[in-house]
């Protein structure tokens, strides 16, 4: 089992920057994936951004140049740095992982992931 805690979410004005964390703990090592997901007022929960093991980041067109993750291995913590925000990315941001040795790393379908912490609320005001 991983537990994920995710800390940082607050209100913003549009055009701000926050940076959320989440601290990982239990069986980290048995997870290949890490990502934060969100879940709007009124959509689906979608993919924000994503890290494999190796490194290697994706994120939706929707948010490129805009987010960063990043991880601290040492740590076994995550970041989401956002800037230049907008009030259409309001929401709870999810830190999530997926479990396994290795595999396809990606933002399209929450359902991959298996764990997820209860989620940090972002409010972007206009």
């Known amino acids: 089992q991983v537990q994920l805690a995710e800390s940082g979410g607050g209100s913003v004005q549009s055009g701000g920057s926050l940076r959320l964390s989440c601290v990982a703990s239990?069986?980290?090592?048995?997870?290949?994936?890490m990502g934060w997901f969100r879940q709007s007022p009124g959509k689906e929960r979608e993919g924000v951004a994503v890290?494999?093991?190796?490194?290697?980041?994706r994120y939706p067109d929707s948010v490129k140049g805009r987010v960063a993750i990043s991880k601290d291995n040492a740590e076994n913590r995550l970041y989401l740095e956002m800037k230049s925000v907008k009030p259409e990315a309001t929401g709870i941001y999810y830190c999530t992982a997926r479990s396994g040795a290795d595999g396809y790393c990606g933002v399209e379908y929450p359902s991959d992931m298996d764990y997820w912490g209860e989620g940090t609320r972002v409010t972007i005001s206009a």
């Open positions: 890290i494999h093991k190796d490194g290697q980041t």
């Open positions: 239990g069986s980290v090592w048995k997870t290949f994936c």
